[in-house]
């Protein structure tokens, strides 16, 4: 079979795919008619946009950023999103008796049929009828547009290509659960740099980044056509030439991972290595050697370890480090924020002790076939809250100290720290009692629902409702820190060592309030853990 053959059947199998799964499920239907609705209204506008720029100062800015700033999401987004074209996993075509070299050719013409080339190719034309005057710029438009469509699609597969075996398997489909905190630190990203551009004096301030981004693939292709109006052709052929360079590395990479998949054997068929027999086996870690006997230390270390190792919980707990920190960093960049947005760290940490027993998935009843008493509900509590402060203490010291670093008020670290130990201890205290009273399942089936069907009143009180509890519990310490700033009475450092004793006073009033009521609902908590 021919590379011309090849690529039709290829491209016809993709068409015939993308149209019975369409038909399969009315949902899938709509949402992805809605989606191209959305893209081509979205396409639209961005073509009228640029075409509006013709001829304005900066419309040469404008377009070779926006042209890097896409091929950039080109290369991520397979990164989050692998199962996003199904149809183009090259792991599915390893058994047929197709070589990898018109292979590659085929794949690249079915990766053109979709949403995202569509836009890319509205794209890549508003950019060029931005900047094209003259003949010789037309006759580079001409070039730049397929090119900078071909690169981005390139760029696509073969990281796609080069990383299929980690995006199918369980670790790469973690990252999947992380694109939410892609989204909210990209918004946090864009919001910061349109203040600074403001601030700046508007888009003449992104010059200096738009004189190396012109000369990075497949912007280079965009700017060629600006180069041509100008009238320097040499540079104009050049900035094309990376581009055509570019793509022919890009379809190179691709044609070797592909290769490496049809030959190399998987990692999962390969015998596990043997281990060392003499070689003893120890069951406990540094750690373990740490952590005090019996069953608070094992607690401990089963919580940290379903901390790593599960994907929905760890998306949790990175999505929540990560925005504890932008949050309190951002502000203090943008000049508008204060030392006490430092406490949004130990709020978003504390709130990942509620629905404990939820986040242990259908597996819970392994738990509580071992609690019996109030005291061993007690010791599995306290484990767990323990294994939470082992991370959240140190990270929101580490927070509260880049804080006042970066606003330069190290005089209110104490009381900062203060607060969100206070904080802190009264979210621990609310999660324990709300994962004993009102406890929900999250389904395993999904890396974006977080509460079974019919639960979602039992989350809204338990999250929401402990969120107020916490808020007034740790008022005192809140009212203390006021009074010393208004009074004169004593200096800020009081409010550390009374936030951090009151907060560990609550956790500890906490973890004994809810083991009684979890070691008498334990049946109730059981069968509400493992629904759905």
């Not at 379903?306 to 943008?334: H, M």
Request: charged share 10%; proline share 5%.
């Amino acid at each position: 079979m021919s590379t011309a053959e090849l690529t039709r059947v290829v491209v016809r199998l993709k068409v015939a795919l993308l149209r019975n799964g369409l038909r399969q499920s009315t949902g899938r239907t709509a949402v992805f008619v809605i989606s191209l609705v959305f893209t081509l209204l979205l396409a639209a506008g961005q073509l009228l946009g640029l075409i509006l720029l013709r001829g304005e100062e900066q419309a040469s800015t404008v377009v070779v950023l926006l042209a890097g700033i896409v091929a950039l999401g080109w290369a991520i987004l397979p990164l989050f999103f692998p199962s996003g074209d199904e149809t183009l996993d090259p792991s599915r075509l390893v058994m047929l008796p197709l070589r990898p070299g018109p292979l590659v050719t085929a794949l690249l013409g079915a990766s053109l049929v979709g949403i995202g080339p569509l836009f890319t190719l509205c794209l890549a034309l508003g950019a060029v009828l931005a900047l094209a005057q003259g003949a010789a710029a037309t006759v580079v438009a001409v070039l730049a547009v397929p090119l900078l469509l071909l690169v981005c699609v390139a760029l696509a597969r073969a990281v796609a290509a080069a990383n299929i075996r980690l995006l199918t398997s369980r670790k790469g489909r973690d990252l999947a659960v992380l694109s939410g905190l892609l989204v909210a630190v990209g918004i946090q990203v864009v919001n910061f740099g349109a203040q600074r551009i403001n601030q700046a004096g508007g888009l003449a301030s992104l010059e200096p980044v738009e004189a190396v981004v012109r000369w990075v693939p497949p912007a280079s292709a965009i700017a060629a056509v600006g180069s041509a109006a100008d009238g320097s052709l040499g540079t104009a052929l050049t900035q094309l030439a990376l581009s055509a360079l570019a793509l022919v590395a890009l379809l190179w990479w691709w044609q070797r991972s592909l290769t490496t998949l049809m030959t190399a054997p998987d990692a999962s068929t390969m015998a596990a290595a043997t281990t060392d027999p003499g070689r003893e086996r120890t069951s406990s870690t540094g750690l373990g050697r740490l952590l005090p006997d019996g069953r608070t230390g094992a607690v401990v270390q089963r919580a940290l370890r379903y901390i790593w190792r599960d994907p929905k919980t760890r998306g949790a707990w990175v999505t929540s480090l990560a925005l504890g920190l932008i949050v309190p960093v951002f502000n203090a960049l943008q000049g508008t924020g204060s030392v006490y947005f430092a406490c949004f760290a130990a709020g978003m940490l504390g709130m990942l002790t509620y629905n404990q027993f939820g986040q242990d998935y259908s597996g819970f009843w392994m738990v509580a076939m071992t609690i019996s008493t109030t005291r061993d509900a007690y010791e599995e509590l306290r484990g767990r809250a323990l294994a939470m402060l082992l991370v959240t203490v140190p990270y929101t010291v580490l927070v509260c100290a880049v804080t006042v670093a970066m606003l330069d008020v190290w005089g209110d670290l104490p009381e900062v720290l203060g607060l969100s130990f206070a904080l802190l201890g009264a979210l621990a205290a609310t999660g324990a009692v709300a994962s004993a009273l009102f406890p929900y399942s999250i389904p395993q089936d999904s890396a974006y629902k977080n509460v079974a069907p019919g639960q979602g009143g039992l989350a809204w009180i338990s999250i929401m409702g402990g969120l107020l509890v916490s808020a007034l519990l740790a008022s005192p310490v809140l009212v203390l820190t006021i009074w010393l700033h208004v009074s004169e009475a004593g200096g800020p450092w009081l409010v550390l060592p009374v936030g951090t004793a009151y907060g560990a006073l609550l956790a500890w009033a906490g973890v004994r309030l809810a083991a009684p009521r979890t070691a008498r609902r334990l049946p109730e908590i059981l069968t509400a853990v493992s629904k759905g």
